[in-house]
């Protein structure tokens, strides 16, 4: 018999285990603007109402037509998050919601968005220039040197 709150496959237990405690109510979750999309889904803006407080979080969703592959994929995503659980350089999970089957992770919503479009903004366009011409050189150079 399968363990006491832990969700197994048909066969073989391979898919990652989702505990209980990090389940959101749906119904705690309202799902706001596009904020952008990815390999596996979509990743809304969302409010997430937690006791009498509103919070800003990120949701990412796995596309309409998902496939069982791409859903053990988010599941991993959801389940290597939980056990990271917080970490100051990483955004941290909040929780996931499951709403007719789909599952939805809900992170820490990060307000000058993802990485690399923050460094766009704050590294200058000289800067940029710079490195990619100093990695030009490094590639050219570093194969002579380890010959």
């Not at 006491?4 to 799902?31: F, M």
């Not at 509103?54 to 988010?74: C, H, P, S």
């Not at 919503?109 to 460094?119: A, K």
Request: charged share 25%; proline share 3%; glycine share 8%.
């Amino acid at each position: 018999t399968p363990s006491a709150g832990r969700e197994t496959s048909s066969s073989v237990d391979c898919e990652p285990y989702l505990d209980a405690k990090w389940e959101i109510p749906t119904k705690n979750l309202l799902l706001g603007d596009v904020l952008g999309e990815g390999f596996l889904g979509v990743v809304r803006k969302g409010v997430l109402q937690e006791g009498g407080k509103l919070r800003d979080v990120a949701v990412k969703m796995l596309r309409e037509k998902w496939t069982l592959d791409r859903q053990r994929q988010f599941r991993q995503e959801i389940a290597m998050l939980q056990s990271v659980g917080r970490h100051p350089h990483i955004v941290s999970l909040i929780g996931y919601c499951t709403h007719a089957g789909r599952l939805r992770l809900v992170v820490e919503f990060c307000s000058h968005g993802d990485l690399l479009n923050f460094l766009r903004k704050v590294i200058s366009f000289e800067t940029r220039n710079f490195t990619a011409s100093f990695g030009r050189v490094l590639d050219s150079i570093l194969p002579e040197v380890f010959r």
